[in-house]
Nanobody, 124 residues
Framework: QVQLVESGGGLVQAGGSLRLSCAAS????????MGWFRQAPGKERVFVAA????????YYADSVKGRFAISRDNPKNMVYLQMNSLKPEDTAVYYC?????????????????WGQGTQVTVSS
């Protein structure tokens, strides 16, 4: 079992930066691939970024490539999402997710554990 708690969301102007954090509990965290997803009002939850169990492989949605960076610190049971050059269309609730596999994937249905989300609002 893995429990996830996100933090770091807030209100930022377009062009600004935020760093989201996800604190994980559970003995098998280092064996889990991790992902970030987001859900805007009235829209489906979509993939943002994912990272393999070791941090050696990362994947990004086309919409955030070059602006966002996912990382993890296994000894601290933490996953991060550094978001730069934020745009109003990045406004959403951001969710951290863990997969019962070492390898990341974009499909949200393949993730087994979810946090409660943190709101990110980007003003124009």
């Amino acid at each position: 079992q893995v429990q996830l708690v996100e933090s770091g969301g807030g209100l930022v102007q377009a062009g600004g930066s935020l760093r989201l954090s996800c604190a994980a509990s559970g003995r098998t965290f280092s064996n889990n691939a991790m992902g970030w997803f987001r859900q805007a009002p009235g829209k489906e939850r979509v993939f943002v970024a994912a990272i393999s169990w070791s941090g050696g492989s990362t994947y990004y949605a086309d919409s955030v490539k070059g602006r966002f960076a996912i990382s993890r610190d296994n000894p601290k049971n933490m996953v991060y999402l550094q978001m730069n050059s934020l745009k109003p269309e990045d406004t959403a609730v951001y969710y951290c997710a863990a997969r019962a596999s070492r390898w990341p994937i974009e499909d949200r249905d393949e993730y087994n554990y979810w946090g409660q989300g943190t709101q990110v609002t980007v003003s124009s």
